[in-house]
């Protein structure tokens, strides 16, 4: 698992661990692990000398960056070409004075002749570093340094020092502004945007150790990897049976979507619920019938619900099955038990679910989740999907403070936020190919985060790992192509089987 900590968090352990050593220790420290990273990616063509160009800010970033320039010098021993870009009117000064000391060219680029030089070399570099901003950034960047940005070589490889410049460390703002790395190297340990931040903006990620203290402090944000899955995957020991695996209760469909439930129900029992129980109307049922022959067909004990795909609660549709439909959602989501509440069934919440310990995970698309907030959040008239696919963490965060309960909220990336207050960190995402945004995939998700709520996992288990294994499998299923949503269900348990075998996972 991948954790990252709040900047804040960074700065006081920074500070910690500063006490006591030189000023200019830790940044030293920072910029010989730079150093490292930047010498093993030089090109190894004897005949050419390779130009490493940084982007330096005014701030600590730059410091880190200029340092990392003198230590490459002295590193590699063989000729460089090494330059330093000013971004801005001041740059960290013992850094400039160590750069200079071994011959780093330095260009001003607020100044004409500077930024003319600047665009030329940027054009020319074999790697790059962005040392413009790093965790004292911001979402956005000035108009001279996106510019400056713009003109870097398409095949330079670009090494961003800290966080990617542009990017909003705390992972917020998912702006797709500013610089996209090829890898990021960050010190101490990783910060929200490297887990919650776009998908690919840091690229490959190291953490160089300078000596920060982080394992006390709880994490702001969390990503599994695939060795998690077997840490935390229910599986059944000699002594279980159907029933203490979890059974499974799924409310969803209705006669106008007959799909929905085939696909929620068969990623349900591909995943290993010890039972399906699947409630619907005669259409949905009669499908299910035939699809998933391990399904049972109506209401009974149960250790967890799925409700809501294809369900249709808009009342001028509704006719007797239809009304008894919602009315078992609504026996559902009254109850006690744990709730995976999907698409229809969310227009049913309007405020925390009845029983405050039950546990509870929403799983709206950004659409969905902007629909329910202008609905249930009192501050709030009407939100679009834009403006909470701009704002993802935040939105979910506020649907979980007003519903009291785990919010993920499906995308590219996934985030999975649990219950303010609840000391549990945020988990994102990533791992699906863009193939995976297909209809009837978030059935599948619904489907297969039920059955892990079902064996006893917590909302936030349920919904990261389902995130996980639902990208891997829709990956598995079809690498580097099309993949249809009843194709990602029936890849679950190979998908499964592969990443409980990895031999890293079970050390
Ligand atoms: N504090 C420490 O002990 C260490 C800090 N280190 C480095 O120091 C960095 C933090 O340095 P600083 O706190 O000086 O901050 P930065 O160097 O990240 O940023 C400097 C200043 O630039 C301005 N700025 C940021 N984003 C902007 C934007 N989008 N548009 C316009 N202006 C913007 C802000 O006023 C900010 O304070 C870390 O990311 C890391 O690289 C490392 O040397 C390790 C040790
Ligand atoms: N660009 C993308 N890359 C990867 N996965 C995506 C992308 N867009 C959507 N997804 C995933 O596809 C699924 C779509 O779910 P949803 O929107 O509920 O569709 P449906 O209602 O048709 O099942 C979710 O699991 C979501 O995370
Ligand atoms: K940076």
Known sequence: MIHAWSVDDVRAAEERA?????????????????????AARLPADPHTQPLV????????????????????????????????????????????????????????????????AAV????????????????????GLPDLVAALVDTIAEDAHVVAVDVPSGADPGGEVPTGEGVW???????????????????????LLTVVDIGLDLDEVTPAAQRLEHDDLALLWPVPGPQDDKYSRGVLGVVAGGESYTGAPALC???????????????????????????VPEAVHGAGRVQAWVVGPGLDPAPESWDRLGLDQVAAARRALDGDLPCVVDAGALDLLDGPREHAGARTLLTPHAGELARLISRVDPDVTELTREQVSAEP????????????????????????????????????????????????????????????????LDPLDAGSLAALVHGVAAHDANPGGPVRALAIAQQLPRTVARLLARPEARR
Request: a negative charge; aromatic letters at 2%.
């Open 393 to 456: 963490v935040r939105w979910a965060r506020r649907a979980a403070q007003l519903l009291r309960c785990t919010v993920l909220l499906k995308g590219g990336t996934t985030y999975v936020v649990p219950p303010p207050g609840s000391g549990l960190p945020v988990r994102a995402q990533a791992d699906a190919p863009a193939w995976a945004g297909t209809a009837g995939s978030g059935d599948v998700l619904a489907g297969l985060a039920g059955a892990l709520l079902a064996a006893g």
């Open 18 to 38: 500063a006490r006591g050593l030189p000023d200019d220790e830790l940044m030293q420290r920072a910029a010989q692990g730079l150093a490292a990273v930047v």
């Open 181 to 203: 790395a090829d890898e990021t190297v960050t010190f101490g340990g990783p910060k929200p945007v490297h887990v919650l931040g776009t998908a690919d903006r840091c690229g």
């Open 120 to 139: 030329e070399i940027l054009g020319l570099a074999d790697v790059v570093l962005d040392g413009v901003y790093g965790i004292g950034g911001r979402a």
């Open 265 to 291: 129900v068969t990623a349900a029992v591909e995943a290993g619920a010890g039972m399906v129980r699947y409630v619907g109307p005669p259409g949905p049922t009669a499908l299910v019938r035939q699809l």
């Open 53 to 116: 160009v940084a982007l330096v800010g005014g701030g600590n970033n730059g410091g880190d960056a200029l340092h990392a320039l003198a230590h490459l010098a002295a590193l590699v021993g063989e000729p460089l070409d090494l330059v330093a870009v000013l971004t801005g009117p001041q740059a960290h000064e013992a850094g400039l004075a160590a750069a200079r000391e071994v011959g780093v060219e330095v260009h001003d680029a607020t100044t004409e002749p500077g930024r003319d």
